[in-house]
């Protein structure tokens, strides 16, 4: 199955900053999925990112808040701009293999 | 869109007794079953999974059986042991291109 790193593993940013979080995948898929777990809760889906084309964002979450980057088929970013602390919460990006989803390791985030 | 309910939301059991958790979903489109086991501050580990045209499906001590006329999946895990203490989330997808929906999540505690 494909493996999937991001970075960073873990941050702390101050409010009213943006932070960038990579995906990088070690073979070409096409769908990239981001998704939020804010603390002791399930995830949710942000977006969907298909190489090529906008992504595709779920219902209360927006593009200026959330803008998603997915250059070639092995990697995509997500911005958390405009950062409050209702923010901190883990990102996991997701990768589709067959119908099987694999995630990467997460990106913990604090907004003081 | 697909609204998928986990039950119940906590467990606990002796350990050596089985557990089970249930799961509906609403989308009949939807025909791949996940089940993801998610330990504290690691990403979700995929466990088991099925698919639409199958009832039952089961893997050493765990299993999971289908029932789609009344769109209900559940969990089964046999002879627990105190490693099998985590958070276990199920999910739905419709096909590769679409996301995975998310359960709310059971945090499984096996007592010694």
């Known amino acids: 199955s494909a493996v999937i790193s991001q970075k960073p593993s873990r941050d702390i940013c101050q409010r009213g900053t943006s932070l960038t979080i990579q995906c990088q995948v070690d073979?070409?898929?096409?769908?990239m999925f981001w998704y939020r777990q804010q603390p002791g809760q399930s995830l949710t889906l942000i977006a969907t990112a298909n190489q090529g084309s906008e992504a595709t964002y779920e219902s209360g979450f927006v593009i200026d808040k959330f803008p998603i980057s997915r250059p070639n088929l092995t990697f995509s970013t997500l911005t958390v701009s405009n950062m409050s602390p209702e923010d901190s919460s883990i990102y996991l990006c997701s990768v589709s293999e067959d119908r099987r989803q694999n995630f990467g390791p997460g990106t913990r985030l604090l907004v003081l | 869109g697909e609204n998928v309910e986990q039950h119940p939301s906590t467990l606990s059991v002796q350990e050596g007794d089985s557990a089970v958790i249930k799961c509906t979903y609403s989308?009949?489109?939807?025909?791949?079953f996940p089940w993801y086991k998610q330990e504290l501050g690691k990403r979700p580990q995929l466990i088991i999974d099925i698919r639409s045209n199958v009832g039952e499906k089961k893997d050493q001590r765990i299993a999971v059986t289908l029932n789609k006329t009344a769109k209900h999946f559940s969990l089964h895990i046999t002879e627990t042991q105190p490693e099998d203490s985590a958070v276990y989330f199920c999910?739905?997808?419709?096909?590769?291109?679409?996301?995975?929906?998310f359960g709310k999540g059971t945090r499984l505690s096996v007592i010694a």
């Open positions: 989308d009949s489109a939807s025909n791949y």
């Open positions: 073979s070409q898929v096409t769908m």
């Open positions: 999910a739905a997808k419709k096909n590769v291109d679409t996301p995975l929906v």
